[in-house]
């Protein structure tokens, strides 16, 4: 059998952390061969939302695919760029674009402890074995700390330095995180102290244009001065641009199935003639399938965990597949609160969305039931806005003072006819001491238990079993240290997110991880952790999964380093090329 019945020499499936990784380096080693499936559209410079009824339009859901998602976005037939799941008491927010989870990520860039490999890992693959991997990732990204304000007053982020002051009366250890955002070639890149102008563009090192980090707080709505080291700027620009890699957006992937060596479609076939891949072209309205020698699934773990599954079970193309296809999902430990109206400076609404983490017994004085790290957040000054008028009692406070305004001014008026100046006093009195500015978003991450379930619903979905409890521990030392935070503070309010407060009592996840998890054995697991097969599918030969879904534990730490290594550890098995930062440019 010879290579020409093949379309591609590769296809990978899905474009976050683990697909980028991939389909660059394996278009290094065979070019326009190598095609990315990606089932959401590209996101050029200032092409995502911020009008209200842009942000309302910017969800997934399609029309009819019977996905349990909230009530008003439910089958509005929209390909925007959020796509929310609601589960048993775990709810998700995941992304499609081009570039995957990145285009809507915190940007931070941080390794677990050796702890963490400990349990629930193959044997042999650890923090030694994946270290070099890390470090490459880290240079491709550009992940360095925010840069030094003791010389930019504009550099200036208050809430980190709050944070700070709150890890030191806790008597724990605040770091300034490793973040994936860009301040110049010469910052990221070279390793100077002295950034790029804010707001001022540069061609990236890979030759995307980039804009010196602004410190809007828009990270998690998608960066429209492409501040953000987001994956279309790097390693999909290099794999495509650089090495001629084959890119299809609004793409969805719907089913794999082996080949014989006629090249006809075979379920008991083991891969060794390759693939047929079948997918929805949402553009054309068409179903069109294509030929492959290997196929890496990196849908995300909702994703690759789905298309398996189907495969497995509905299908019935990939009967050989593990029977611990879904088993040990994990959240990594998400959990959201705030702390609202405190006596101390927060400034919420400028700098990147996360600048550092407070260590809670992950990195040091290691506990495993309740390991977490503290990472101050910002959001949009647009969305302060919002919350200014969507409490009551800030509400009432502004119309006290616009009263005060109103009776200072016909006073002023009335002794002298004079009334210049009161447009701008009565816009103070309205304005200051705004709700948001002291107001803090706390995100936390730890080991939770990983012990949830993924399966098909009757409507051949995903669905999600998290049995809650048995990561209660971990979670009620977050609220602990969120009700400290409020006393420091002098808050009048803590709380975390409402889905929290009974009855409902939902976790809410944005790295969701497992299901198709690396082992030693398909006993164990769904993909190979062995030095030879990496990443490959138990059962199969070609046919790899390389995202989320192959962690087998919670990492505590954002989970973004660790599946970016592990990618790139096994695009190495695939290419046998020692990865390096250059990316081949």
Same mark, same amino acid.
Request: hydrophobic share 35%; glycine share 10%.
């Given at each position: 059998?010879t290579?020409?019945?093949?379309?591609?020499?590769?296809?990978?499936?899905?474009s976050?952390?683990?697909?980028?990784?991939?389909f660059?380096?394996l278009a290094?080693?065979?070019?326009?061969?190598?095609? =990315?499936?990606?089932?959401?559209?590209?996101?050029?410079?200032?092409?995502f939302?911020?009008?209200?009824k842009?942000?309302?339009?910017?969800?997934?859901?399609?029309?009819?695919?019977?996905?349990?998602?909230p009530?008003h976005?439910?089958n509005?037939n929209?390909?925007?760029?959020?796509?929310?799941?609601?589960?048993?008491k775990?709810?998700?927010?995941i992304?499609?674009?081009?570039?995957?989870?990145?285009l809507?990520?915190?940007?931070?860039?941080?390794?677990?402890?050796?702890?963490?490999?400990?349990?629930?890992?193959?044997?042999?693959l650890?923090?030694?074995t994946?270290?070099?991997?890390?470090?490459?990732?880290?240079?491709?990204?550009?992940?360095?700390?925010?840069?030094?304000?003791?010389?930019?007053d504009?550099?200036?982020?208050?809430?980190?330095?709050?944070?700070?002051?709150?890890?030191?009366?806790?008597?724990?250890?605040?770091?300034?995180?490793?973040?994936?955002?860009?301040f110049?070639?010469?910052?990221?890149?070279?390793?100077?102290?002295?950034?790029?102008?804010?707001?001022?563009?540069?061609?990236?090192?890979?030759g995307?244009?980039?804009t010196s980090?602004?410190?809007?707080g828009?990270?998690?709505?998608?960066?429209?001065?492409?501040s953000?080291?987001?994956l279309?700027?790097?390693?999909?620009?290099?794999?495509?641009?650089?090495?001629?890699?084959?890119?299809?957006?609004?793409?969805?992937?719907?089913?794999?199935?082996?080949?014989?060596?006629?090249?006809d479609?075979?379920?008991?076939?083991?891969?060794?003639?390759?693939?047929?891949?079948?997918?929805?072209?949402?553009?054309?309205g068409?179903?069109?399938s294509?030929?492959?020698?290997?196929?890496?699934?990196?849908?995300?773990t909702?994703?690759?965990n789905?298309?398996?599954l189907?495969?497995?079970?509905?299908?019935?193309s990939l009967?050989?597949l593990?029977?611990? =296809?879904?088993?040990?999902?994990?959240?990594?430990?998400?959990? =959201?609160?705030f702390?609202?109206?405190?006596k101390?400076?927060?400034?919420?609404?400028?700098?990147?969305?996360?600048?550092?983490?407070?260590?809670?017994?992950?990195?040091?004085?290691?506990n495993?039931?309740?390991?977490?790290?503290?990472?101050?957040?910002?959001y949009?000054?647009?969305?302060?806005?919002?919350?200014?008028?969507?409490f009551?009692t800030?509400t009432?406070?502004?119309?006290?003072r616009?009263?005060?305004?109103?009776?200072?001014?016909?006073?002023?008026?009335?002794?002298?006819?004079?009334?210049?100046g009161?447009?701008?006093?009565s816009?103070?009195?309205?304005?200051k001491?705004?709700l948001?500015?002291?107001?803090?978003?706390?995100?936390?991450?730890?080991?939770?238990?990983?012990?949830?379930?993924l399966? =098909?619903?009757?409507?051949?979905h995903?669905?999600?079993?998290?049995?809650q409890?048995?990561?209660?521990?971990?979670?009620?030392?977050?609220?602990?240290?969120?009700?400290?935070?409020?006393?420091?503070?002098?808050?009048?309010?803590?709380?975390?997110?409402?889905?929290?407060?009974l009855?409902?009592?939902?976790?809410?996840?944005v790295?969701?991880l497992?299901?198709?998890?690396?082992?030693?054995?398909p006993?164990?697991?769904?993909?190979?952790?062995?030095?030879?097969q990496?990443?490959?599918?138990?059962?199969?030969?070609?046919?790899?999964?390389?995202?989320?879904?192959?962690?087998?534990?919670?990492?505590?730490?954002?989970?973004?380093?660790?599946?970016?290594?592990?990618?790139e550890?096994?695009?190495?098995?695939?290419?046998?090329?020692?990865p390096?930062?250059?990316?081949?440019?």
């Open positions: 059998m290579s020409q019945i093949f379309d591609y020499e590769a296809i990978v499936i899905g976050g952390f683990g697909g980028a990784i991939s660059c380096r290094q080693k065979w070019g326009s061969k190598v095609l =990315l499936l990606e089932r959401g559209r590209q996101y050029p410079m200032g092409s939302a911020r009008s209200p842009q942000i309302a339009d910017s969800f997934w859901s399609l029309e009819g695919d019977a996905v349990e998602r009530r976005i439910q509005k929209l390909r925007g760029l959020f796509d929310i799941r609601n589960y048993k775990m709810d998700a927010v992304s499609a674009g081009l570039g995957g989870g990145s809507i990520y915190a940007n931070v860039f941080l390794e677990p402890p050796e702890q963490v490999f400990e349990q629930g890992w193959p044997t042999g650890d923090k030694t994946l270290a070099p991997y890390y470090q490459v990732a880290k240079q491709v990204l550009g992940a360095r700390p925010v840069p030094s304000w003791q010389t930019d504009r550099r200036k982020i208050v809430r980190t330095e709050l944070f700070q002051e709150f890890a030191t009366h806790e008597n724990r250890t605040s770091k300034l995180a490793d973040i994936c955002v860009f110049g070639n010469d910052y990221n890149y070279q390793g100077s102290d002295s950034p790029t102008p804010i707001g001022l563009q540069e061609k990236n090192r890979y995307a244009t980039q980090c602004t410190y809007c828009e990270c998690d709505v998608g960066c429209n001065t492409h953000k080291n987001t279309d700027l790097n390693y999909i620009h290099a794999g495509q641009q650089t090495h001629g890699g084959q890119v299809f957006t609004d793409c969805q992937a719907e089913k794999i199935v082996p080949l014989n060596q006629h090249g479609d075979d379920s008991s076939a083991s891969g060794e003639f390759g693939y047929r891949v079948e997918f929805q072209n949402f553009a054309s068409q179903s069109q294509l030929k492959t020698r290997r196929v890496v699934v990196s849908a995300g909702f994703g690759s789905e298309l398996l189907r495969c497995r079970d509905v299908h019935r009967p050989k593990s029977e611990q =296809l879904g088993r040990w999902f994990s959240g990594n430990g998400d959990f =959201l609160s702390a609202i109206e405190g101390k400076d927060a400034d919420p609404n400028y700098g990147p969305v996360i600048t550092q983490y407070t260590d809670y017994n992950l990195f040091d004085r290691f495993r039931n309740q390991a977490f790290v503290l990472e101050d957040a910002s949009p000054a647009w969305l302060a806005w919002y919350i200014e008028g969507a009551p800030s009432l406070r502004k119309l006290v616009a009263l005060k305004a109103l009776v200072t001014w016909l006073k002023k008026y009335l002794s002298n006819g004079v009334w210049n009161s447009l701008g006093f816009l103070h009195e309205i304005l001491d705004d948001s500015s002291k107001s803090v978003v706390m995100l936390c991450m730890g080991l939770d238990h990983g012990d949830g379930t399966t =098909l619903n009757k409507s051949d995903i669905d999600l079993d998290w049995p409890d048995t990561s209660m521990s971990l979670y009620q030392a977050i609220l602990t240290a969120g009700e400290r935070f409020k006393k420091f503070v002098k808050s009048n309010w803590f709380f975390p997110l409402p889905t929290w407060e009855p409902i009592r939902h976790n809410v996840t790295h969701p497992g299901g198709c998890i690396l082992a030693d054995s006993d164990k697991g769904v993909v190979s952790g062995h030095p030879e990496r990443g490959q599918v138990f059962g199969y030969h070609g046919l790899y999964v390389a995202d989320g879904s192959i962690l087998p534990s919670a990492v505590g730490a954002n989970p973004v380093a660790t599946i970016s290594a592990t990618a550890w096994i695009a190495e098995g695939i290419t046998g090329i020692k390096d930062a250059s990316l081949g440019v």
